[in-house]
Nanobody
Framework: QVQIVESGGGSVQPGGSLRLACATSGFILPYYAIAWFRQVPGKEREAVSCLSTSDGSTSYAGSVLGRFTISRDNTTHTAYLQMSSLKPEDTAVYYC??????????????????????WGQGTQVTVSS
């Protein structure tokens, strides 16, 4: 069973930066997708960014492109979301998710998809002055 533990959320002023971490374990296959989603109460969950472990392909939502960077430490199986130039509209609960079947879509440039089997508990990010 894949386990996910997120950390790094908090409060920051507009224009500031935060780095979220997603510690993972329990994978039984070599290739999988790692994604960051976010959700605001009353709104649909949004895929923010994702990465395929097969070749490192990544995808970003248009609203965060150029401001957020997803990465992964292959030795510790920890994924990161570096968030810069944060805006109040980035305020949300951020979730890390993984899945064994989503990675081909990322490699094909078709985005992150939304069918992920394993989810973390979420971490709150608040951007406010």
């Amino acid at each position: 069973q894949v386990q996910i533990v997120e950390s790094g959320g908090g409060s920051v002023q507009p224009g500031g930066s935060l780095r979220l971490a997603c510690a993972t374990s329990g994978f039984i296959l070599p290739y999988y997708a790692i994604a960051w989603f976010r959700q605001v109460p009353g709104k649909e969950r949004e895929a923010v960014s994702c990465l395929s472990t097969s070749d490192g392909s990544t995808s970003y939502a248009g609203s965060v492109l150029g401001r957020f960077t997803i990465s992964r430490d292959n030795t510790t199986h920890t994924a990161y979301l570096q968030m810069s130039s944060l805006k109040p509209e980035d305020t949300a609960v951020y979730y890390c998710a993984t899945d064994y079947v989503a990675w081909p879509k990322i490699v094909a440039g078709q985005g992150c998809g939304d069918e992920y089997k394993f989810w973390g508990q979420g971490t709150q990010v608040t951007v406010s002055s």
